[in-house]
Each structure stands twice: as structure tokens, then as C-alpha cells.
């Protein structure tokens, strides 16, 4: 029975450790996303009705008196403040937005006090009158459209402070930038310098009205602590999966930073009497992702999460990342933290004579939205994440005046990021791109031996396992330059010496790229290896992360995977019963994942021969699937042809049929017309009805997917347009329409000639695909040679065998059954054109390599010892015919009591007519002999094995002259 073609899906390909649904489920190409905002018509809607009020007096850690009084205004009693280590209390912001009053129309409406908003209307009238932000914190008012990005007011700006200032803050601020004292001039007339400044603190001699270099100073720095700390907040929010906090401390963040931008801004100009300078910042951003978030309730983010995944998904056949499972794809999953080390350009400062120009570094702000990334991406909200890292990334790149290492230190977080959505979406050649930034960049800071270095190569290896994984006619794969699994094994190796040189052999990611080396060796069908990186990786998962961990029960998956391909049934089936504890744990019945799983074992007892246990879970496996999946999916499909391939073994082959029906009905609405598991489910059909003997249904099957490869492969020579050219071949001359027969096979030979002549041309090619391409011409060599054969024409028939057992014998060897077949087909022209010496010579040597591949005891080596028999009998050798015929048979009848043996039942002729045949033969030769005892004993025993068969016993035809046969009669009639 022909072989029923597999597709490629799950279990088949190894589970991807880590990331992210076989999901191995990564699929659109990204483009820019960045909104073009006119930053200049930015405005804020400021709700004046609301009478709460958040007023937060902010103070560093030891650098203001504790009993320093707090004007607070109007306050509610639930509101919480800065504490004195300047963190904000989480349930200020939670209590915020549980407040049913602060939504309007669908929008989250924070508004101020009522001195806030008095004050805001007396800055838009002109009005000069300032208010101290160290005492005054003014909650931003936005009215954030749930459908849009909406526009957003500049900051508000920070004000002059009009109370005493300790001496000790002096001194507290002043530690964080030591290196503004560190000049030519003497350590005297420093501390001159600190002691007339500190004086004229104590004795309020700072001017509320004149711009005063030291207060600027102080302003700044204080102003630089807050964001620090709301940071720090926003920090440990994210932490902690408190995200609409993390967004809330990220905007007052992003409010006093703004504020800041024009505090400097007002400083400036006093001072130099020339225009402030921006950074560029407020250019580079034409909106800010900060102040852009809808509060939604947990079952439609995870709704919306689902199928932004999904809509995202351009192909459904091919999954290229899990996001259950790490392949080491996401390194960088934390919020980034401030520090004051890289907050400034150039720093302030608090001396009127060295005063210059101070400029905020663009790491600040551009942190601030890579965190706002990071929360949307948890959140699932992929397309607004890619649009923050994006804005992040552009902030930095139009940076002219940051230092080199304060901005690599944040890009290399940012592209790592970009680059894993963009793996996500499918588009494995933007994600190479900017993998290889990120890995320029992480070279340049930390050198070659870094483990941010191995976390990139290990990310770009990913990316080539992937590539090659991926159908290969896929236009944008071949878009991937250099994509190869050997690529991809050197920059896993690469990356596993460096984490394995700077973590140790037992790190949790030495694990993820060991799991990954594994994987790359089951693309190269080396299943040896892949178990002993997978068992290495195992371990280390199981003792870091423990049994219940999904990365763990991946790598078990793996393991039991290659364990199965290797034959070790029990074991891998452990291994996959090991992964289906956990995932049944983690996701329940109704999984995708759980699906497969079931389906792998269901495999493992199908090929145990356990046939009811492996139907009860493909049927388990269907049902999870469906529950997962729903009816038409991709993977749903794939199971019935599963199913289908088990009833085709059993022979059931209606059932089977139904199953592939159900499956091509489910592709042919979910996949591209031109998917290949179309075409596989076409040629399984076609098949079903060949083994049944209806040509012109099975010749329409193969024809409508020869018509889908050929559409999609144009006039290109390609191997499956010329093996499926083969196939409908094939069922033309089993319904007896030569013509046509040969005219496919013809077409078939053709093109694998050209497929083999232009891969030997190219040296560069592997010697296993050259290979298969020879043995793919002496196949249709070998069908074009047998119809040769039966149409008579012996002389090219036996050209082409001749030249199909060269092309056999090259790639296979001698001994081999497929030589073997070739040098039968060899014999039998020989032995039709009467060339016996050659056909006994070539019979022989088929006996030989059977006897060699096969044993003893096979029914192919009992039909050669047969057709030698023949070849013996027409050369007059009959002494050496008797003794072929007689060996066969003795080859049927240990056959036959060996099939008795495994039944358990009374002995039956496994094939009674060819026995038969044989007991025919020798019985003509018994009579050729004149052994009439033996000739009616061979005789009988014909006669009744072909009534066993069904046939008649008019099938024993007796042949030959009564050469030695003595009659005796009487020489009278015998008595009345």
C-alpha cells in the first residue's frame, strides 16, 4: 500500500521553548506608526466642576525638615502624598481610578484643585502671579478619548518658591553632581563660594522676583529627584502587574519633565538672554503614548490582546513563536529605572559666574515612553507598544549632544523589543535588521564576551531557525538573506559560550539556548544530538524553574519528540504525558496545545499497534481542538488528515476518505488556495481512490493539485509539480491508457533531469538534496522502463533500468532493496528477449541483496527463486529448476507457519495461489522425470490451494512429454 503523505504540522516540528503558541503560533510587515501630530495644537480638557482634589507636597529623603509645613488646599481625606523617601503611595493612583465620579462619557477626567485651575487661568490672562510647585503639586487634567490618541497640553510651568529653604539641601542636592565644583579654582574659594550660598539661603536673601542661579539650581534638581522617584514608582507598579498605576506615576512623571523642559527654558533666557534650548525633544514626539490609555476591564484587554495576535497572524499554517514558552525572544521585559548619572547634558548650576546653558538628556524622556511600551505590551496591546518603542527610538536617534553609552544603554533595550514584536508579526526580515542593530550596539558598549551580546545572538538564531522552518516558497522568507540552519547553529553556539563563560553551566538561560541548539539539530534530523542538548537543557529547567513550569514542559516535549523519531516509544511517550500534566495545570482541557500533545501519543500507540487507545485520543485530541480552535482552523484540519492517515493504515478506507473530506473542506476556506497542505490533502484523496481502483476520481484529485503547484510555482521546475506529473502517470497506466501515461511520465522525467543538471552545476548545493534528485530520476526512469516493458519494447526499456541501477547504485549501494528491484526488472527483459544466461546472472545477483536486505524467509525472495526457476526450466536446466521451484516453496511454507504463530490459530497459506503456481511447476517437472508418484502429488496439492483461493483447479495445466513413463495393460479383457 502506497504511503499517505504527512503534513508538517505539530507534533512534527519541535515546540519552541519559551516565547511564544507549534503558536512551534510569528505575522504582518510593520511599518512606521508614528501618528503625525501638530505638537503646537495640543490641548487639554479641564473638568472645573469636580471638587477632588490631589495635592501632593513632595520632599527628598533628608534633604527638608520633617516639620516643614504643607499647603495643601482643598484635600480629600482617601488622598495619599509623597512619602518622605519621595515614592507615591499605589493606592493614591488605584483609589483614582476606581473612582466611579472621575469618568465622563467613557473618558478618565483627574482634575485639579480649585487653586490649580485659578491658577491656570491666571497664567492663560497673563497674570504673574507664580505658585511654589514644591508645595503645590498640580494634578494635569486630561480627557483621554477612548477611540483616539486625543491632543495634549504643553506642561504646566514650575514656579519661583517663596519659603525658606534648609541649609542642608544644599548640601544633599549638591552630592549629586560633585563635578560642578571641580575646577581650577582653589578648595578655599569653593568652599567660600558654598558658605556665601548657604547664607544667603538661611537669611532669605534669594530673590522671589530676579532670577537667582542657586535657586534654579535647587529647582532643578529637586524637579529631577520627583521624576526619578515617580520612575522608581512606575518601576515597581509594573512589577507587581499593577499597570494603570505604572501609567498614571509614568505621566506625572512625564508632566514635571515637561515642566522641567521649560523651567530651563525660563532659566536660560534670564540668564544668557538667548532663546531656550529644547533638545529637539518636544519636536521629536508629535504625541505622547503617556498620556494616551483607556481604562478597561481585564476580559476585554485579554480580548483585545487575542486578536490583535490573531489579525496580526498572516499565515495560519505556520506558527513562528509561542508566547507561552521562552526561546530566549524577550531579554528585555522590564520597565527601565532614571538615574541623575545620565538625566543631564549638561548639568545646572548653582554659581552666578559659571552659570551655562543646562540641557535634560533625551534618555529621559525617551525612558519614560519605552516604559509606557512595555505596560501596553503586557497588556497585550501590541500595535500601541511597537508605536512607543518606535517614538523612544526616534527621541534617541535625533539626539545630537547625549553621550554614546547613555543612549546605546537604552537603545539596545528598545530595538530588542521592536525587533521581538516585529518576530511576532512575521516579518523575520525587519526583525534580522534590527536584531543586528541591537547586536552592533551591544558590542560596542560591552565587547564581544557580553551577555548582552549572547542575548542578541541568540535572538538572531531564533530568527534563521524560523526562516528555515517557514515554507520555503513564502516570498517574504526569501526576502532573509543568508537564512540557513547552519547559520543559525553557529550563532546559538556562539551565544551559549558566552552566557554559559559569564552565568555558569546551570543559568536558566544557558538552558533556553541549549533547548534551541536541540531544536536545530531536529531540522537536520540529527535526533542523537537534539536529545542530549534537550536532556541537558531539561535539567537545568527542572532544578531552576521546577516540574510545573511550562519552559520545562516544552523542553520535555522536545526531548520525548526526538526520543519518538528514534524509536524509544515508552520513553517519549512519559515525556509527552510529562507536558500534558502541566499544560492541562496551566491552560486546561480546552487547549490548543493539549491538542497536540494528545494527538503525539495518539501516534505513539497507533504505531505500538494499540489501534483503539490511539483512535480514543485522536478523538480526545479532535475535541480539544475544536474547543480550542474552534471548527475551521488550520490545526483542526491537520487532525483529520491525522485520523484520516490512521484509518488508511487500517485499511479502513471510507473512513479515512471522510476524514480527509472534512480536513481539504476546512483548508480550502481558512488557507491561501495555493496552501501546501491542499495539496497533500488532494493527493491523500487521490490515493484512497487509486487503491480502489476509480481512476478517473483519482486522476482528478492529483490533476487539481498538479494545478495548484503549477500556479503557484509558474513555469518553474519544481520537485513536487514533477512528482505529482509521476503519480497521474502512474493511474493511466493502471487504467490501460498508455499514451497519456507516457505523456505525463515523459513531462515527469523531463523536469527532474533539469532539477538534478542544475543542482550538480551549483557546487554549493547539499549532497543530500543531489541525492534525492538522482533517485527521483532513476524513479521515473524505472516506471517509463516498465511500460516500455509490457508495450514490448525491450531494447529502450532495458536502457533506461540500466540507467536507473547505475543512478541507485551510486546513491544506495549494491545492497540495497531498491538496487535490488532494478536488477529484477534487468532479468525479466532479459529473460523476454531470451537471453537467459543474462537473465540467470542478474536474476542471481536480485537474489543475493534480498537474501542480504530481507532474510531468508521473505516473499520477494521467494518470487525471484521462482522467476530463476522459470529461466532454468527454459534454458533445459531442469535439475536446476526443480531445485528454485522447490526452495520457494519452502519459502511460502515457513511463511505460512509464521503467520500461523502470530494469529494463534490453524495453519492458512498466506497466498494459496502462488504456491499453487509453484506446486505446478514442480509437478510438470516430476513428469518430465517420469515420477508419476510425485507429479500426482504436486498435482492434488495445486489443485486444492487453488480451490482455497477461489480458483479453479483447471488452473493446474499439465506441460511437456511422458518421456519416462511405463504403462502396463492386460492383454485380455477381463472375464464377464
Given at each position: 500500500?502506497?504511503?499517505?503523505?504527512?503534513?508538517?504540522?505539530?507534533?512534527?516540528?519541535?515546540?519552541?521553548?519559551?516565547?511564544?503558541?507549534?503558536?512551534?503560533?510569528?505575522?504582518?510587515?510593520?511599518?512606521?506608526?508614528?501618528?503625525?501630530?501638530?505638537?503646537?495644537?495640543?490641548?487639554?480638557?479641564?473638568?472645573?466642576?469636580?471638587?477632588?482634589?490631589?495635592?501632593?507636597?513632595?520632599?527628598?529623603?533628608?534633604?527638608?525638615?520633617?516639620?516643614?509645613?504643607?499647603?495643601?488646599?482643598?484635600?480629600?481625606?482617601?488622598?495619599?502624598?509623597?512619602?518622605?523617601?519621595?515614592?507615591?503611595?499605589?493606592?493614591?493612583?488605584?483609589?483614582?481610578?476606581?473612582?466611579?465620579?472621575?469618568?465622563?462619557?467613557?473618558?478618565?477626567?483627574?482634575?485639579?484643585?480649585?487653586?490649580?485651575?485659578?491658577?491656570?487661568?491666571?497664567?492663560?490672562?497673563?497674570?504673574?502671579?507664580?505658585?511654589?510647585?514644591?508645595?503645590?503639586?498640580?494634578?494635569?487634567?486630561?480627557?483621554?478619548?477612548s477611540d483616539s490618541l486625543g491632543d495634549y497640553t504643553s506642561a504646566k510651568e514650575e514656579h519661583s518658591d517663596d519659603e525658606h529653604v534648609d541649609t542642608a539641601l544644599l548640601g544633599e542636592l549638591t552630592g549629586f553632581f560633585p563635578h560642578l565644583h571641580r575646577d581650577d579654582t582653589s578648595s578655599s574659594m569653593q568652599a567660600s563660594k558654598h558658605q556665601t550660598f548657604s547664607h544667603c539661603l538661611t537669611n532669605n536673601a534669594i530673590s522671589t522676583t530676579s532670577y537667582s542661579p542657586a535657586k534654579c539650581y535647587i529647582k532643578h534638581i529637586q524637579s529631577m529627584q520627583r521624576i526619578i522617584d515617580l520612575n522608581d514608582t512606575a518601576v515597581e507598579c509594573y512589577r507587581s502587574g499593577e499597570y494603570d498605576a505604572t501609567l498614571d506615576a509614568l505621566a506625572e512623571a512625564e508632566y514635571r519633565r515637561e515642566g522641567l523642559v521649560k523651567s530651563i527654558a525660563r532659566g536660560n533666557t534670564s540668564s544668557n538672554g538667548v532663546a531656550p534650548q529644547f533638545n529637539g525633544i518636544m519636536q521629536t514626539a508629535p504625541f505622547h503614548p503617556l498620556l494616551c490609555r483607556q481604562i478597561e476591564s481585564d476580559s476585554s484587554s485579554l480580548q483585545r490582546a487575542e486578536s490583535t495576535s490573531t489579525s496580526s497572524i498572516a499565515r495560519t499554517s505556520y506558527n513562528y513563536q509561542r508566547m507561552d514558552f521562552d526561546e530566549g525572544m524577550h531579554s528585555y521585559a522590564t520597565a527601565e529605572k532614571l538615574d541623575a548619572s545620565t538625566f543631564w547634558v549638561v548639568p545646572p548650576s548653582s554659581i552666578s559666574n559659571e552659570m551655562k546653558t543646562c540641557e535634560l538628556s533625551p534618555v529621559v524622556e525617551a525612558t519614560l515612553v519605552f516604559n509606557v511600551g512595555q505596560v501596553h505590551r503586557r497588556r497585550g496591546e501590541f500595535d500601541t507598544a511597537s508605536t512607543s518603542y518606535e517614538l523612544a527610538l526616534n527621541i534617541l536617534q535625533n539626539s545630537t549632544s547625549t553621550s554614546t553609552a547613555m543612549i546605546y544603554n537604552l537603545l539596545i533595550p528598545i530595538l530588542h523589543n521592536m525587533g521581538q514584536l516585529l518576530y511576532r508579526r512575521g516579518d523575520l526580515t525587519m526583525a534580522m535588521e534590527t536584531y543586528n542593530r541591537a547586536l552592533d550596539y551591544a558590542q560596542i558598549m560591552h565587547g564581544e564576551s557580553h551577555v548582552d551580546v549572547a542575548s542578541a545572538l541568540n535572538c538572531l538564531g531564533v530568527l534563521h531557525y524560523h526562516a528555515n522552518s517557514a515554507d520555503s516558497d513564502d516570498e517574504k522568507i526569501n526576502k532573509v538573506e543568508n537564512s540557513s540552519t547552519s547559520e543559525a547553529m553557529e550563532l546559538f553556539q556562539k551565544s551559549l559560550v558566552i552566557r554559559t563563560n559569564c552565568l555558569g553551566h546551570d543559568h536558566v538561560d544557558v538552558a533556553t539556548t541549549l533547548n534551541n541548539i536541540g531544536r536545530?539539530?531536529?531540522?537536520?534530523?540529527?535526533?542523537?544530538?537534539?536529545?542530549?542538548?534537550?536532556?541537558?537543557?531539561?535539567?537545568?529547567?527542572?532544578?531552576?524553574?521546577?516540574?510545573?513550569?511550562?519552559?520545562?514542559?516544552?523542553?520535555?516535549?522536545?526531548?520525548?519528540?526526538?526520543?519518538?523519531?528514534?524509536?524509544?516509544?515508552?520513553?517519549?511517550?512519559?515525556?509527552?504525558?510529562?507536558?500534558?500534566?502541566?499544560?492541562?495545570?496551566?491552560?486546561?482541557?480546552?487547549?490548543?496545545?493539549?491538542?497536540?500533545?494528545?494527538?503525539?501519543?495518539?501516534?505513539?500507540?497507533?504505531?505500538?499497534?494499540?489501534?483503539?487507545?490511539?483512535?480514543?485520543?485522536?478523538?480526545?485530541?479532535?475535541?480539544?481542538?475544536?474547543?480550542?480552535?474552534?471548527?475551521?482552523?488550520?490545526?483542526?484540519?491537520?487532525?483529520?488528515?491525522?485520523?484520516?492517515?490512521?484509518?488508511?493504515?487500517?485499511?479502513?478506507?471510507?473512513?479515512?476518505?471522510?476524514?480527509?473530506?472534512?480536513?481539504?473542506?476546512?483548508?480550502?476556506?481558512?488557507?491561501?488556495?495555493?496552501?501546501?497542505?491542499?495539496?497533500?490533502?488532494?493527493?491523500?484523496?487521490?490515493?484512497?481512490?487509486?487503491?480502489?481502483?476509480?481512476?478517473?476520481?483519482?486522476?482528478?484529485?492529483?490533476?487539481?493539485?498538479?494545478?495548484?503547484?503549477?500556479?503557484?510555482?509558474?513555469?518553474?521546475?519544481?520537485?513536487?509539480?514533477?512528482?505529482?506529473?509521476?503519480?497521474?502517470?502512474?493511474?493511466?497506466?493502471?487504467?490501460?491508457?498508455?499514451?497519456?501515461?507516457?505523456?505525463?511520465?515523459?513531462?515527469?522525467?523531463?523536469?527532474?533531469?533539469?532539477?538534478?543538471?542544475?543542482?550538480?552545476?551549483?557546487?554549493?548545493?547539499?549532497?543530500?538534496?543531489?541525492?534525492?534528485?538522482?533517485?527521483?530520476?532513476?524513479?521515473?526512469?524505472?516506471?517509463?522502463?516498465?511500460?516500455?516493458?509490457?508495450?514490448?519494447?525491450?531494447?529502450?526499456?532495458?536502457?533506461?533500468?540500466?540507467?536507473?541501477?547505475?543512478?541507485?547504485?551510486k546513491v544506495l549501494g549494491k545492497d540495497h532493496r531498491g538496487t535490488a528491484f532494478v536488477l529484477y526488472n534487468i532479468a525479466l527483459v532479459h529473460q523476454q528477449r531470451g537471453c537467459y544466461e543474462q537473465a540467470i546472472e542478474f536474476f542471481e545477483e536480485t537474489l543475493r541483496v534480498e537474501k542480504i536486505v530481507l532474510g531468508e524467509n521473505h516473499r520477494d525472495v521467494s518470487m525471484t527463486m521462482f522467476k530463476l526457476g522459470?529461466?532454468?526450466?527454459?534454458?533445459?536446466?531442469?535439475?536446476?529448476?526443480?531445485?528454485?521451484?522447490?526452495?520457494?516453496?519452502?519459502?511460502?511454507?515457513?511463511?505460512?507457519?509464521?503467520?500461523?504463530?502470530?494469529?494463534?490459530?490453524?495453519?492458512?497459506?498466506?497466498?494459496?495461489?502462488?504456491?499453487?503456481?509453484?506446486?505446478?511447476?514442480?509437478?510438470?517437472?516430476?513428469?518430465?522425470?517420469?515420477?508419476?508418484?510425485?507429479?500426482?502429488?504436486?498435482?492434488?496439492?495445486?489443485?486444492?490451494?487453488?480451490?482455497?483461493?477461489?480458483?479453479?483447479?483447471n488452473n493446474v495445466v499439465v506441460s511437456g512429454h511422458l518421456f519416462a513413463l511405463e504403462l502396463s495393460c492386460g492383454c485380455h479383457a477381463p472375464a464377464a
Open positions: 500500500m502506497s504511503t499517505i503523505g504527512q503534513h508538517r504540522s505539530a507534533p512534527s516540528s519541535a515546540f519552541a521553548s519559551s516565547s511564544s503558541n507549534i503558536d512551534d503560533s510569528m505575522h504582518v510587515s510593520s511599518s512606521s506608526l508614528l501618528l503625525d501630530v501638530d505638537t503646537q495644537k495640543m490641548s487639554v480638557d479641564i473638568d472645573t466642576t469636580s471638587k477632588i482634589s490631589h495635592t501632593i507636597a513632595s520632599s527628598n529623603s533628608g534633604t527638608v525638615n520633617a516639620s516643614r509645613p504643607l499647603k495643601r488646599g482643598n484635600v480629600d481625606d482617601n488622598t495619599s502624598f509623597l512619602t518622605n523617601d519621595g515614592m507615591i503611595r499605589r493606592n493614591r493612583v488605584k483609589s483614582s481610578l476606581d473612582n466611579d465620579s472621575n469618568k465622563v462619557d467613557g473618558k478618565i477626567a483627574v482634575t485639579p484643585s480649585t487653586e490649580c485651575t485659578d491658577n491656570v487661568k491666571n497664567q492663560e490672562e497673563g497674570d504673574d502671579t507664580k505658585m511654589d510647585v514644591d508645595q503645590e503639586r498640580f494634578d494635569d487634567t486630561r480627557s483621554i478619548s536545530i539539530h531536529v531540522q537536520l534530523d540529527e535526533f542523537d544530538e537534539a536529545l542530549g542538548y534537550y536532556e541537558d537543557s531539561l535539567r537545568i529547567r527542572r532544578n531552576c524553574l521546577g516540574t510545573n513550569s511550562l519552559d520545562y514542559a516544552a523542553t520535555a516535549f522536545n526531548a520525548g519528540q526526538s526520543l519518538h523519531q528514534l524509536g524509544n516509544l515508552d520513553e517519549a511517550a512519559d515525556l509527552y504525558r510529562e507536558f500534558l500534566r502541566v499544560a492541562l495545570m496551566k491552560f486546561g482541557h480546552s487547549h490548543r496545545d493539549v491538542a497536540v500533545v494528545l494527538s503525539g501519543i495518539a501516534q505513539i500507540h497507533q504505531e505500538k499497534k494499540e489501534y483503539d487507545k490511539a483512535l480514543e485520543l485522536y478523538e480526545e485530541s479532535l475535541c480539544a481542538g475544536k474547543a480550542a480552535l474552534g471548527e475551521n482552523h488550520s490545526e483542526i484540519a491537520m487532525l483529520y488528515n491525522r485520523i484520516g492517515n490512521f484509518y488508511f493504515e487500517r485499511e479502513r478506507l471510507g473512513d479515512a476518505m471522510k476524514c480527509y473530506k472534512r480536513g481539504l473542506r476546512i483548508e480550502k476556506r481558512v488557507l491561501p488556495s495555493d496552501h501546501p497542505n491542499i495539496v497533500v490533502t488532494l493527493s491523500n484523496l487521490g490515493e484512497i481512490h487509486r487503491q480502489r481502483n476509480e481512476w478517473d476520481d483519482a486522476a482528478k484529485m492529483y490533476i487539481e493539485a498538479l494545478d495548484i503547484l503549477r500556479k503557484k510555482h509558474k513555469r518553474e521546475d519544481n520537485a513536487e509539480v514533477a512528482s505529482t506529473l509521476n503519480t497521474i502517470g502512474l493511474i493511466h497506466d493502471q487504467r490501460g491508457d498508455t499514451c497519456v501515461s507516457l505523456h505525463y511520465l515523459q513531462d515527469a522525467l523531463l523536469m527532474r533531469r533539469r532539477l538534478l543538471l542544475n543542482n550538480n552545476d551549483d557546487e554549493e548545493k547539499d549532497s543530500d538534496a543531489t541525492d534525492q534528485k538522482k533517485l527521483d530520476v532513476a524513479e521515473t526512469l524505472v516506471y517509463v522502463g516498465t511500460t516500455l516493458y509490457r508495450k514490448s519494447v525491450f531494447s529502450v526499456a532495458i536502457e533506461l533500468f540500466t540507467e536507473a541501477l547505475q543512478l541507485r547504485e522459470e529461466v532454468y526450466k527454459s534454458a533445459g536446466d531442469l535439475k536446476a529448476a526443480l531445485r528454485c521451484f522447490k526452495e520457494s516453496l519452502e519459502v511460502e511454507r515457513s511463511l505460512t507457519e509464521n503467520t500461523a504463530s502470530l494469529v494463534g490459530r490453524r495453519q492458512q497459506p498466506s497466498d494459496p495461489a502462488a504456491m499453487a503456481r509453484t506446486l505446478t511447476e514442480i509437478g510438470n517437472i516430476h513428469l518430465a522425470h517420469g515420477d508419476t508418484a510425485d507429479m500426482m502429488n504436486a498435482f492434488n496439492e495445486a489443485s486444492r490451494l487453488y480451490r482455497m483461493a477461489g480458483l479453479s483447479p
